[in-house]
Structures are given as structure tokens and as C-alpha cells.
């Protein structure tokens, strides 16, 4: 079993929407977690991470751990052409000494 | 933030070179990893290191070696490219916690 999984997407929304970006993990231990933004040909940026259960803002972002089903989430609130990119959550692995990547999950935000 | 630096950004090379892709960070983290990652698909850590003269293999077997002669610098050889080698190249760092922070990469093209 992967220790943490997304759906690729792509997920395509208009100009303006509320996004819900979701990632699932297995490691039920750790409560460190972490959302990556990554656009076309760059490296990953560290857009938000969280502790525990929970909900964490930052601006239109929203970050939330439900540590009961092992369930990450990041919404993003009026969404613009420019947050189109892929999203990478991020865990402790199974072993709890680093973080493992999800596949990514490409955003397409459409004018 | 960390500010981390990898150089080339881009490289055409023929095979059967050797090369090294530079990585350098000024933040004092030890740990430091070495990911490939081809087009619109998930990350593979590669290498990684928790400290001067310290390194190991990540999840993903490579034909690439690392050294850790110094914190800040980790460089990545590839003693005899292949066309196979053709990717991106990404370099992190992090310090005592668990998030990673990551250059621009450097995408290799091996003919």
C-alpha cells in the first residue's frame, strides 16, 4: 500500500470556484502534514503544512487533517487562472524518519 | 524559507559523458535528497543525506552516486549517461522537522 495516495485528476474548475484537493495516507502514527504546490517544470513549493486534526487558513487556502479516517484535504477558495498546477500532499512514511509525496493531483483553473 | 540552488538548469548532453548536477543550500540543514521526476508524473527520492559524510539510497535504484563533503553542497554524478537517464533532478532540503524544501531542478536530456 502506498502511504500516500491522490487522485491524478486532472480536475478542471471555473474561474472563481471553491477547490477541494484530497489526499488519503496510512500511517496513522504521525501528525505532520504538508501540501506542495508545483507549476510546470519547476520544483515543488511548501504552500502549507499541519499538525494533528484540525483545520489550518492561510489567505484562500485551508488545510484539514481527519486523522479518524486518515484523510487529508486542501481547499482553495476563489480559485484563479494562476493556481493551476499540480498539488502534491505530503506525510511521515511508513518508518516515520521522512516525508513520502503523493502522485499529485493537476488543477486547471479556466478564465 | 531556504534558499536552495541548482546549477545547470538545463543540460544536452551524449552518451557515455559524465556529469554532475550541482546542489547548494544556504540555510545550515543537514539533511538534503536527491528526487527524479519525468513529466506530469510522481516524485522518486533517489538519495538522501542526514549529514557530512552521510548518504543513502532512496526508494528508487539509480545508477547515480552522491557525497556530502560539505552541509551545504550535495552533489549528484552520473559517471556514464544513458538516454534512459533523460529527466528532471531535483534537490531538497530540510532541517530538524519534517518539511522539505526544494530547488528549481535541473532537467537532463541525454542523446
Known amino acids: 500500500q502506498k502511504e500516500v495516495e491522490q487522485d491524478p485528476g486532472p480536475l478542471s474548475v471555473p474561474e472563481g470556484a471553491i477547490v477541494s484537493l484530497n489526499c488519503t495516507y496510512s500511517n496513522s502514527a504521525f501528525q505532520y502534514f504538508m501540501w506542495y504546490r508545483q507549476y510546470s517544470r519547476k520544483g515543488p513549493e511548501l504552500l502549507m503544512y499541519?499538525?494533528?486534526?484540525g483545520n489550518k487558513e492561510d489567505g484562500r487556502f485551508t488545510a484539514q487533517v481527519d486523522k479518524s479516517s486518515k484523510y487529508i484535504s486542501l481547499f482553495i477558495r476563489d480559485s484563479q487562472p494562476s493556481d493551476s498546477a499540480t498539488y502534491l500532499c505530503a506525510g511521515p512514511n511508513n518508518a516515520g524518519n521522512m516525508l513520502t509525496f503523493g502522485g499529485g493531483t493537476r488543477l486547471m483553473v479556466k478564465p | 524559507e531556504a534558499d536552495i540552488y541548482q546549477t545547470p538548469r538545463y543540460l544536452v548532453i551524449g552518451t557515455g559523458k559524465k556529469i554532475t548536477l550541482e546542489c547548494s543550500q544556504t540555510?545550515?540543514?543537514?539533511?538534503m535528497y536527491w528526487y527524479q521526476q519525468d513529466p506530469g508524473m510522481e516524485l522518486h527520492l533517489i538519495h538522501y543525506s542526514y549529514g557530512v559524510n552521510s548518504t543513502e539510497k532512496g526508494d528508487l535504484s539509480s545508477e547515480s552516486t552522491v557525497s556530502r563533503i560539505r552541509t551545504e553542497h550535495f552533489p549528484l554524478t552520473l559517471e556514464s549517461a544513458r538516454p534512459s537517464h533523460t529527466s528532471q533532478y531535483l534537490c531538497?532540503?530540510?532541517?530538524?522537522?519534517?518539511?522539505?524544501?526544494f530547488g528549481p531542478g535541473t532537467r537532463l536530456t541525454v542523446t
Open positions: 499541519t499538525y494533528s486534526s
Open positions: 531538497a532540503s530540510g532541517g530538524q522537522t519534517y518539511e522539505q524544501y
Open positions: 540555510m545550515g540543514h543537514d539533511k
